[in-house]
């Protein structure tokens, strides 16, 4: 089976010119900020400046639930007519920033134009918690979803970069501990290795506009406390023969379309449904940028699409 590869042209001058605005305003910042526990911990900015950037509709409902150790929320865009579908949604931010709040608009519109329910997961993360810990509370939330009577052929993992990380490891997982597997993983600009020296070359790695993917190498260390002489916990390493099928996109000139593609080519030797979109020129998980790129909501559209087509709540069958 080879891997199924679409590849999307067009960039449109919006997302050139904001395209430009990361590569000169926030690039030199995650380039240069040490990796220190203090500025790790400045990192929490990010989330709760985010509603000031990123409101969502009124009519939204947003329901905090407090889980063990950790919590998530509830994202119930109104008008949706099928509660039994269910996004399960995995936050990125290279397992030390972001949050509910930088995410929140990007999961309402996944889960409006899906027709269905998110719960969005506030993982434990750098500096408090490595990723073993990060990895544990996703698997938990997944399992939470299960015990509240949610059918798992209902039920798609999410997420972009990192959380695309942990949406893959909590499927894989879930197989490994006989729970069901889900419906489908919808992975944006996902990182699946943690290898990077074999990613050390792709000419995209030091170009990235706003993305040090270079930085993943002094991070690593941080994120294997405790996992010391275990076997990398990389998704594309582990035996993907069961898991549902499997939507990727990504930027043509992102430093993660590295992992894309190795991870499409490892789905496709595993014979997993699956398919991989390359849009043009677009930047690191460019969706969650969708009031200012067009394209952004474009592949949101294609997201929705794919969680529709892989569930089968019964409000659809009816």
């Known amino acids: 089976m080879e891997p199924v590869i679409e590849e999307r042209p067009g960039c449109s001058k919006q997302a050139r010119r904001f395209s430009a605005f990361m590569k000169y305003a926030i690039r030199p910042i995650f380039r240069y900020s040490p990796l220190t526990k203090f500025m790790l911990r400045l990192a929490v900015v990010l989330d709760l400046g985010a509603p000031l950037l990123m409101r969502t509709s009124r009519d939204t409902e947003v329901e905090r639930i407090r889980l063990d150790g950790f919590h998530g929320e509830w994202i119930r865009p109104a008008g949706v007519t099928n ?3 269910v996004i399960l949604y995995l936050h990125g931010g290279g397992f030390f920033c972001c949050g509910l709040r930088t995410h929140r608009k990007l999961v309402e519109r996944i889960a409006e134009r899906s027709d269905a329910t998110a719960f969005s997961v506030a993982y434990r993360q750098l500096p408090s918690a490595p990723l073993s810990t990060s990895m544990a509370d996703a698997l938990a939330s997944y399992r939470w979803l299960l015990d509240q009577g949610y059918a798992p052929e209902n039920i798609v993992i999410s997420g972009d970069s990192a959380g695309a990380f942990l949406a893959f490891t909590t499927a894989l997982t879930a197989l490994k501990t006989g729970l069901p597997a889900p419906a489908g993983i919808a992975a944006l600009s996902p990182l699946v290795d943690l290898d990077h020296e074999a990613r050390s070359t ?6 990235d506009v706003y993305i040090p993917v270079h930085r993943l190498k002094p991070l690593k260390r941080l994120l294997l406390a405790g996992m010391e002489g275990d076997p990398l916990p990389s998704p594309c390493d582990q035996a993907l023969q069961n ?12 430093g993660l379309r590295w992992d894309a593609e190795l991870m499409a080519k490892r789905l496709a030797e595993a014979d997993v449904p699956h398919r991989l979109q390359i849009w043009e020129n677009q930047i690191h998980v460019f969706p969650a940028f969708a009031g200012v790129i067009p394209e952004g909501m474009q592949a949101i559209d294609e997201v929705a699409t794919f969680i529709r087509e892989t569930t089968t709540p019964k409000h659809a069958a009816a």
């Open 83 to 85: 509660p039994d579908r």
């Open 243 to 254: 898991l549902p099928p499997v939507l990727i996109i990504v930027g043509s000139c992102e």
């Open 202 to 207: 792709y000419p995209h790695t030091k170009t």
